[in-house]
């Protein structure tokens, strides 16, 4: 005996057993008055007969016929045969409408829908199978099908609405209510209660696809989860001097820099922030001694191959997040001067000269804090302070402190345009020396061209009787974006920069770079660079700089 | 003397008693809104009804409920104000109301996922998109019932008529063109190209073979001479002649751009780009980007009343505001933290803005000139977005 044998005759028992059990408990149940006489009477009282006679195209009576007639409301299916005399009969018939028909040799011959069978009544259809009725029961039959296919339709329809998450979800909202003194909580205000915050769960009802269900999940988990990103870039650079007599020429330069940044959402509106950094290669800055970074990044190199922390901070925005707050080991410049066309060195300019107004006068990440008003109405007010020296045994020495004010708005019917000004102090310079001030603009003359220019200035006292001095820098230039270019992305831009020392020292250095973006998270650019300085003994030096970087951002 | 107040007071009573009984005639006669320009329209996607709000009460009038598990999803009146319909997206039925009894007199079975719709000017047919189903229903207004369904969309979100009720224009959200509808036959017969994809796209699988974020509308101007289309991943907005149907100028705009929204004096038009949290403002003369400003994430819709925009930012529960006569920011109304904003219509005088917020299963009515708002609390569970009749903001996320 297989399995499966056993499987069917044990099953053959059960049903047996179950039938029996199931006879017993209707004799039961039809022994039981007063409900199933009723219920016996009432299916009685609705019946009533249906009768005919069946004759061919000739009038002759069609013997041995089977007649069929189908409730139209349930299905259920009733068939006599005709007698000798093409005489059928259907003696109790449950009443409603039926669809009459006769067959022959598998094909539908005659078919009536909608035949009445009242209470108690005695219908009569008399049939004559002829091409016509023959046709007309085609007809009939097409019809069905049609009536058929349509409720398919329907059905599949309603199956694929219905093939979604159909279970309410719940979500916790924050609800006010009022609380009496025994703690019994009311939805609206009652007298003697108090306005108290709660969190209460609520059914949403809405009817989600799997997808989006999963769409949703993942970005919960995203939300909840430090994202990493990676900034990823390698700049080379080849120097050919065509002034002066440095040694350096003809050289090839490269410097790889890979930053990681972390960031969590800890609180409302908070968040935190950590870079590290590590590079490795030389730039042209190692050999040539120009007053500004021909490479941006070698501003970033503390050490080689050597993983660095180079900010980490929490920022929480408050008031209505119109004030921002920053504090940590931070890049204060990051937060300043942030011009539009010439404020990064991973997609814009490289040279340090049009990254940054080279006034601003600070080298080094240190701990500090950094605020921003944002008026929502164009203004933007700025402070921030920062350790200055990463030498320094406390904060009070080596305090840096860079203030701003900066105004957006469209003049003289331009697009947008942002002007702003700073000024700094540093404790860690003699008293003469540590102020310095800046402004700068950028400001869109047609949807795809921009100009920017800066100006700084920050003392300097030579100590020659002369007093206070200003070391200068100026920049400006040109950047193109959405228009004159290659990709949608695409970015290009010609920029000039000019560094004035007291000391005599002066720097011209002229750079225009393209970069083509050739994904959503890589960037190719290509640079060239001129620089002429004029260095404190006179010996004039000049380089060109071909380069190309190559950045991954994810 | 005496006489003359004895006149006042009876004609004052038979005054008093025509209005009860005009009242009480329209009560007995099932009338629930006598004029139709009087209500909000509330989409309630949880709760599955639309609700009416009185615009000068600020009183829920009623609503009407559409069947479990319906999630409707937009709201609009018809041209004449006599039916209120919406499409029910889980439940692929379009839903047909009678505006003075809120008696839901048709239930039409549509394609799958039907959410943004439209009428004809002419007010006849009712198109209803099927996103999920990448068609349109045609529905007749006059016999309230479906007479065609359009397919070879690929889905289509927002459709717009020409003035002359001619043709109809549809943007497809899973596609970089505009369909060209002939509403005589109601035929899909052009298929207009908004912008080609640049030639680096073969080295990007991740962005453009990705979830496409192609064209939400076409965007009619004012003056109806053109419209605009913007593209979410091509950064875009085509300009299309209605009388080539060809795209006559593309403007490069901010990223992922959701659509565009025209401003009520017909100069400007605003894309909010989720792309970047920006708004392109493009001066509708020149076709140019007038200015780019800074906006807020997630952005559902824009509003303009009282010489500004409203732009909404569904998770921050900001709405961000720009000045429009000197194209700056104007300030931002906080309405609330951890909520959710969705949507929002603009009364017909452009005084007020009617904003839903699911969170919290209010609307917000916002006074356009002083930034105050003032809550309407439960309206229904999940408001989704609102509609006026005769307003020039009713739209859909």
């Given at each position: 005996m297989t399995c499966w044998s056993a499987r069917v005759r044990t099953r053959w028992r059960s049903g047996a057993v179950v039938a029996v059990a199931m006879m017993a408990w209707s004799a039961g149940a039809s022994a039981q008055a007063p409900v199933a006489p009723q219920m016996k009477m009432d299916m009685a009282d609705h019946r009533g007969a249906l009768q005919g006679r069946v004759r061919d195209a000739a009038g002759a009576p069609v013997a041995d016929l089977p007649v069929t007639a189908v409730n139209e409301e349930n299905g259920a299916q009733y068939v006599v045969n005709t007698d000798a005399q093409g005489v059928y009969e259907f003696g109790a018939l449950p009443t409603g409408k039926y669809s009459v028909s006769t067959a022959s040799g598998g094909l539908t011959t005659f078919r009536r829908r909608g035949v009445e069978i009242a209470m108690d009544g005695k219908a009569t259809l008399d049939i004559t199978l002829d091409a016509a009725s023959a046709a007309a029961a085609a007809e009939g039959e097409r019809l069905e099908l049609l009536q058929r296919i349509a409720a398919l339709e329907q059905r599949i329809s309603d199956l694929e609405s219905t093939a979604v998450l159909s279970e309410p979800e719940t979500r916790v909202r924050r609800v006010e209510v009022y609380v009496d003194e025994n703690g019994q909580e009311y939805d609206e205000p009652v007298p003697g209660t108090r306005r108290s915050v709660t969190y209460r769960r609520e059914r949403t009802y809405r009817r989600q696809t799997i997808s989006e269900k999963i769409d949703e999940a993942m970005e919960e988990a995203a939300r909840r989860s430090v994202s990493l990103g990676v900034d990823a870039a390698v700049a080379m650079q080849f120097a050919a001097r065509n002034r002066g007599q440095l040694e350096a020429n003809e050289r090839a330069y490269a410097l790889a820099s890979a930053d990681l940044f972390f960031t969590a959402g800890i609180a409302q509106n908070t968040l935190f922030f950590a870079d590290i950094v590590g590079l490795s290669g030389s730039p042209p800055d190692a050999e040539i001694p120009t007053l500004t970074l021909i490479n941006g990044y070698t501003a970033r190199l503390v050490a080689q191959n050597e993983l660095n922390l180079r900010e980490a901070w929490l920022r929480t925005e408050l008031f209505g997040n119109r004030l921002a707050l920053t504090a940590g080991r931070l890049d204060l410049t990051n937060y300043f001067d942030a011009n539009a066309f010439a404020n990064d060195e991973s997609t814009q300019f490289i040279s340090d000269a049009l990254v940054n107004n080279q006034m601003l006068g600070l080298a080094v990440n240190g701990t500090g804090v950094a605020t921003e008003f944002d008026a929502r109405n164009g203004i933007r007010l700025k402070f921030g302070l920062q350790q200055s020296k990463t030498e320094a045994t406390n904060l009070s020495d080596s305090v840096f402190t860079l203030s701003e004010v900066g105004y957006t708005f469209t003049p003289f019917s331009l697009p947008e345009g942002t002007y702003r000004v700073w000024f700094r102090t540093d404790n860690t310079l003699p008293d003469a020396l540590r102020k310095g001030f800046g402004f700068s603009f950028d400001q869109k003359v047609t949807p795809a061209i921009g100009l920017f220019a800066r100006y700084g200035q920050a003392q300097v006292d030579l100590g020659l009787g002369a007093g206070v001095e200003y070391d200068k820098f100026v920049s400006f230039g040109v950047g193109f974006q959405k228009g004159l270019i290659f990709n949608p992305d695409d970015a290009w831009g010609v920029g000039f920069a000019r560094m004035d020392l007291r000391t005599g020292e002066r720097e011209n250095l002229v750079e225009g770079y393209y970069n083509l973006q050739m994904t959503e998270r890589l960037r190719m650019s290509f640079h060239l660079t001129g620089v002429l300085d004029t260095p404190e003994d006179g010996e004039r030096f000049g380089y060109i700089f071909p380069g190309i970087r190559l950045q991954a951002a994810f | 003397m005496l006489t003359r107040y004895f006149r006042i007071v009876v004609a004052g009573g038979l005054g008093a008693a025509a209005v009860a009984a005009a009242a009480a005639s329209l009560d007995a006669q099932g009338v629930k809104i006598s004029d139709p320009t009087s209500v909000v329209m509330i989409v309630n996607r949880d709760s599955n009804d639309i609700a009416f709000m009185d615009i000068k009460t600020k009183k829920m009038v009623g609503s009407v409920f559409l069947g479990n598990n319906v999630n409707p999803h937009m709201v609009m009146m018809s041209p004449d104000g006599r039916y209120v319909v919406t499409g029910g997206t889980r439940a692929n039925k379009a839903f047909i109301i009678?505006?003075?009894?809120?008696?839901?007199?048709k239930t039409i079975p549509t394609d799958i996922a039907p959410e943004h719709l439209a009428f004809s000017p002419d007010g006849r047919w009712y198109y209803q998109g099927n996103p999920d189903g990448d068609s349109i229903s045609v529905i007749d207004m006059q016999s309230l019932s479906k007479i065609k369904t359009i397919p070879g969309l690929a889905e289509p979100l927002n459709v717009t008529f020409l003035p002359d009720g001619s043709k109809a224009y549809v943007g497809n959200y899973g596609a970089h063109w505009v369909g060209v509808i002939d509403v005589r036959r109601h035929e899909l017969i052009k298929k207009i190209q908004i912008a080609e994809v640049p030639g680096v796209a073969k080295l990007d699988p991740d962005k453009y073979l990705g979830e496409i974020h192609g064209i939400n509308i076409a965007a009619p101007s004012y003056d109806g001479r053109y419209l605009y289309a913007a593209d979410g991943t091509l950064g875009v907005v085509g300009v299309i002649d209605p009388r080539e149907d060809k795209v006559i100028k593309h403007i490069r705009v901010g990223k992922d751009p959701w659509r565009i929204y025209m401003s009520h004096d017909g100069r400007y038009g605003i894309t909010p780009n989720n792309g970047d949290e920006t708004i392109s403002i493009i001066?509708?003369?020149?076709?140019?980007?007038a200015a780019t400003l800074e906006a807020g994430p997630d952005m559902t819709g824009v509003n303009f009343a009282a010489g500004k925009a409203f732009v909404i930012s569904s998770t921050s529960g900001f709405v961000y505001v720009y000045d429009m006569n000197r194209l700056k920011p104007a300030g931002r109304i906080k309405i609330g933290t951890n909520i959710q904003l969705e949507t929002a219509t603009t009364d017909p005088r452009d005084d007020k803005l009617y904003l839903a917020e699911s969170t919290n299963h209010e609307v917000i009515i916002i006074d356009a000139r002083t930034h105050e708002f003032e809550r309407v609390r439960n309206v229904g569970l999940f408001p989704w977005g609102t509609h006026i009749m005769d307003s020039k903001d009713n739209y859909c996320h």
């Open positions: - | 009678d505006t003075k009894t809120l008696q839901l007199v001066d509708l003369q020149s076709n140019t980007v």
